[in-house]
């Protein structure tokens, strides 16, 4: 079972619009639309914030988006904010009824 | 309101045993299936298990397939771990995840409880 591929970081200053990549394959994440996406700050549990490639849970703010275009899927945050700046994990459910994350992103808020 | 409340974690020599539970509360158990995620120290996060509803499917990840058993008893709410031949990379905080309707995002997490393999 491999991960899905992350970059490790990425920085944006605030105001300012930052894309994470996600890369699988057609076995997971190009495959089913059951990407999603999860914000973990220090020392706490991870938080959903975009399933189904695109959808956001109720109380998510709308300047998280994500969407997907082949075997990669990605997550926008626009208006970059200092409360952004956490790890960032993707997942995607795979063709072996696993599920797979991607290796995480530290965003820094500049 | 949701929770889910993990326990059981603990310091064991490699090759031992150690059993999680996790205690749900604020939803119909039995509807969900249940998931237990883990993060080693400084790491990122790795799927485990996953058990349906009635517990009749189970899923595990290669790195614990055949170690680890999950399951569930739906008339006390809670999803347990065993966790056998316990190794050093074993060595995480495990969380236990409700989803989200359906399987495989999750929508509530435990605050984790961690498992320590050494000698």
């Known amino acids: 079972q491999s991960a899905l591929t992350q970059p490790a970081s990425v920085s944006g200053s605030p105001g300012q619009s930052i894309t994470i990549s996600c890369i699988g394959t057609s076995s997971d994440v190009g495959g089913y639309n059951y990407v999603s996406w999860y914000q973990q700050h220090p020392g706490k549990a991870p938080k959903l914030i975009i399933y189904?490639?695109?959808n956001r849970p109720s109380g998510v703010s709308n300047r998280f988006s994500g969407s997907k275009s082949g075997n990669t899927a990605s997550l926008t945050i626009s208006g970059l904010q200092a409360e952004d700046e956490a790890d960032y994990y993707c997942s995607s459910y795979t063709s072996s009824d696993t599920l797979a994350f991607g290796g995480g992103t530290k965003l820094t808020v500049l | 309101e949701v929770q889910v409340l993990e326990s059981g974690g603990a310091l064991v020599q490699p090759g031992g045993s150690l059993r999680l539970s996790c205690a749900a509360s604020?939803?119909?158990?039995?509807?969900?299936?249940m998931n237990w995620v883990r993060q080693a120290p400084g790491k990122g996060l790795e799927w485990v298990s996953t058990i349906s509803g009635s517990g009749d499917s189970t899923y595990y990840a290669d790195s614990v397939k055949g170690r680890f058993t999950i399951s569930r008893d739906n008339s006390k709410n809670t999803l347990y771990l065993q966790m056998n031949s316990l190794r050093a990379e074993d060595t995480a905080l495990y969380y236990c995840a409700k989803p989200l309707a359906g399987a495989w995002r999750f929508d509530y997490w435990g605050q984790g409880t961690l498992v320590t393999v050494s000698s």
């Open positions: 604020g939803f119909t158990f039995s509807s969900y299936a």
């Open positions: 189904d490639v695109s």
